[in-house]
């Protein structure tokens, strides 16, 4: 079987998020900022899309992974041809641009919409989506914090040029540990400065497509202080960019080597040097002439989390879609009832009671894993909504958008990468192989549990600067809605038993965190031990929650007349997914509160030999 044209995707669930949970077409499309894009517009333009991801941008997801990619002595990347081929059909749609301001030259569309896009493209090839998809997030850093000057010369370039972007933090002695950065920057004059040092694992840091790429570098400038709050972001062009907007000569940054990789492989990842003694100098101008390179960055960081996630998600989303699809046609073994019956008729898989548990348990957290990504979205939609009107309100619903990053990011990648194997598991020695796209799935998501922050970096941002810092009032705020579900009676008799699995899940996370909170005031190495519990318990209580309120309309929608049977059909796997998910996972949130109460910090006094 060939993995060519790998990708399935799931627009009617992308839809059913869209205009049946959420309701953006009541809620946001229409109103300002979004004012132009209305829900026909939506769907016709995501349907578009999704025609495209799964032909011609999943057509190369194999050569991404099996053709090299070549990097000559002068430090130029060169991609492979169909990968080439698949970005050039994205950029040519103007798909790469379909959440940019329209002011910009974009669409416009919504977040929501946005990321709905997003999953598609990121899921049929995340290595061509990664090339494309850096260059709009830079230009919109650029127009948010820099210069008059350094707008005119860089945004249009990005946007209507297609222009490749970058950011640049990590160093190879400093790793997650940003502020630990080395990369050092000389003033020269005015915004110039030139920076000198070497980055590692910088995603797209060259390729052979764009005229340009626009690299966005974290350095200490002369003087500066330690830690993040002593870096200063800076515009570092592969092409120096001329005063007139024309591109002047090489500038001093340069692919020195292509980091060997266990998945994603064809996406460039590059060791990065910037000048250094006898060296072509790298020139950079310093982000809005002000020194406040940590803030700055994190307008990109924050997107990039939000990628990550959402990559997780749509890669598990295939990886179940394959796998049921392969579950169907597999003939293996007797019916469980008729196994001592040596003449009994071999059955499809899908028949036997423990591939249909592992493909529900799939669907469920795919499912899930796409709410909590899509209800986090709506979050960004209701900050841009209020920006304007109530200031104060949409700040508050920004707390929230930060609140749930980790979620997306960190429970998102971590447990994809676990039930990718399930996946896996329902082929059985076929999905070891190359025949089937599971295995490059499982190289290629690895990742996303390591970069943008590992999941316990994750895990320690949710507690530390999420929740605590504000006394948990954000926290309060995104669960008051699940309360409120837990208390009501919607969906009546029928989904009784999944309200009291979320009520029961709400109060579990509720004595979790005062329990840490306790322990955390006695030692504060409690939280190194216990914040990945942490993360996962809000993660399911919250996966649970909207799951039960996809139910409800589920089941009013199973109550009405003149459904198809492929409607039907959606509709009560909408419930299933619910019931699965409360009855077999949000048990185990009661586990993890009677392991954070339980929890010691006895390991730290383990002797090093002993490990």
Known sequence: MSTALHYKSNL??????????????????GKEPFATLDESSARDALTTLDKLCTTDLASSFVDSDRIPLKLDDKGNVTIQPTVRAAIERLTEGGWIYIDTPERLGGLG???????????????????????????????????????????????????????????????????????????????VAGDVYELEGVKRFITSGDWDLPENIVHLVLARHEGAGPGTKGLSLFIVPKFWVNDDGTLGERNGVYCKNLEKKMGIKGSATCEMAFGGQGKTPARGRLVGEVHDGIRQMFLMIEHARMAVGCKSMSTLSTAYLNALDFAKVRVQGPDLAKAADKASPRVRIIEHPDVRRMLMELKSHAEGMRALCMFTTSTRDTVEILRGTDPEASKAWDHVNDLLLPLVKGYCSDRSFDLLGVALQVYGGSGYCQDYPIEQYIRDQKIDTLYEGTTHIQSQDLIFRKILRDGGKTLAKVLS??????????????????????????????????ALQKKMGEDIYHAGFQANRVLYALSETLI???????????????????????????????????????????????????????????LRALPEAAF
């Open 109 to 187: 569309a919504s977040a929501t919409v946005g990321w709905a896009a997003y999953e598609l493209m990121v899921g049929a090839n995340p290595c061509a989506t990664f090339y494309t998809s850096f260059g709009p997030m830079v230009a919109r850093v650029i127009d948010s914090c820099g210069t008059d000057k350094q707008k005119a010369l860089f945004v249009g370039g990005l946007l209507q040029k297609n222009w490749g972007g970058t950011m640049v933090l990590t160093e190879p002695e400093a790793g997650s540990d940003v502020g630990s950065a080395r990369t050092k920057a000389r003033h």
């Open 12 to 29: 009617r669930d992308i839809f059913f998020n869209l205009f049946e949970y959420l309701r953006i077409q009541d809620s946001v499309l």
């Open 481 to 514: 809605q699940a309360v409120l579900f837990a208390k009501s009676d919607k969906g009546g008799g029928a989904l009784a038993a999944e309200r009291g699995a979320v009520g029961k899940a709400l109060g579990d996370v509720e004595a979790l965190f005062g």
């Open 544 to 602: 649970g929650w909207l799951l039960s309120e996809h139910a409800v309309l589920a089941v009013a929608k199973l109550s009405e007349s003149g459904l198809s049977s492929d409607e039907k059909a959606f509709y009560q796997g909408k419930v299933a997914s619910a019931q699965y998910f409360t009855h077999e996972v949000l048990p185990r949130v009661t586990l993890l509160r009677k392991l954070v109460e339980a929890g010691t910090t006895e």
